[in-house]
């Protein structure tokens, strides 16, 4: 049964960081591509960032680009979220998915796999 743990979620002010963890089981996931997605309260769920599970292939969203590193540890079957430089814009659940690596990384329908998500709050 394959799942997704996410952790690392918290309260942080704004310009804070908080590092958030993807811990994957239950398959072997060196095909596929881990990705991160936010919803806001009373907003649609947005893409964030995405890796492959080898960490060839990185893509961000423009609203986190600079400011949010996405990395692998394969040893650990985990995948990270580093987020710098917090905004309260930022303040959302957090998700991480799992897909075939095979493109369309921002699409979440492509997604098989969830997450139960992990809450990260910005305060100004």
């Known amino acids: 049964q394959v799942q997704l743990v996410e952790s690392g979620g918290g309260l942080v002010q704004a310009g804070g960081s908080l590092r958030l963890s993807c811990a994957a089981s239950?398959?072997?996931?060196?095909?596929?591509?881990i990705g991160w997605f936010r919803q806001a309260p009373g907003k649609e769920r947005e893409f964030v960032a995405v890796?492959?599970?080898?960490?060839?292939?990185?893509y961000y969203a423009d609203s986190v680009k600079g400011r949010f590193t996405i990395s692998t540890d394969n040893a650990m079957n985990t995948v990270y979220l580093q987020m710098n430089s917090l905004k309260p814009e930022d303040t959302a659940g957090y998700y991480c998915?799992?897909?075939?690596?095979?493109?369309?990384?921002?699409?979440?329908?492509?997604?098989?796999?969830w997450g139960q998500g992990t809450q990260v709050t910005v305060s100004s």
């Open positions: 890796i492959t599970w080898s960490g060839g292939i990185t």
């Open positions: 239950g398959r072997t996931f060196s095909s596929y591509a």
């Open positions: 998915a799992a897909k075939v690596y095979s493109g369309g990384y921002q699409i979440e329908t492509l997604y098989k796999y």
